[in-house]
């Protein structure tokens, strides 16, 4: 285990992390499920590969109403039977919106579609936001390597 290069910036600048928590809250706001939102975070933070947020991602997915199996196999999504359409939607935008150095369009029209047919505006939104926020803490928190396990 590695041991942190620092505290995770937002807490060393304390506006910063009230910022990030009023964003997350608003959010919630968008009419998507905290159950769907909270897949999302785990699915960007896996493909972040940031330890410490996969791991209070999957505890808050769990109090949101996912059950294990679907915390195990969100990352084969795709090949599991355990998620309905507007959740592979939300899941295939937060792959492309994650990965978007990783390819020519950033998110393809149909990726794009699909999700615009389960989500109305304010609701895309919401996941678009979450998506955003979520990579911002990766970032913060992979870069000074925060260990998994850890509370703030």
Known sequence: MLDARMPNPAIVIPEAMQALIA??????????PDKVLELVHLRASQINGCSACVD????????????????????????SPY???????ALALTEEATRLADKGEAVPDEVWEAAAKHFDEKGMAAVILTIALTNAFNRL????????GQAW
């Open 83 to 89: 998620f309905d359409e507007a959740e592979r939607a």
């Open 56 to 79: 209070s991602g999957a505890k808050t997915a769990r109090k949101a109403g996912n059950s294990d199996d679907r915390l195990i196999a969100v990352s084969a999504w795709r090949e």
């Open 23 to 32: 964003l997350n809250k608003a959010t919630r706001k968008g009419g998507v």
């Open 141 to 148: 928190n992979a870069t000074t390597r925060q260990p998994a």
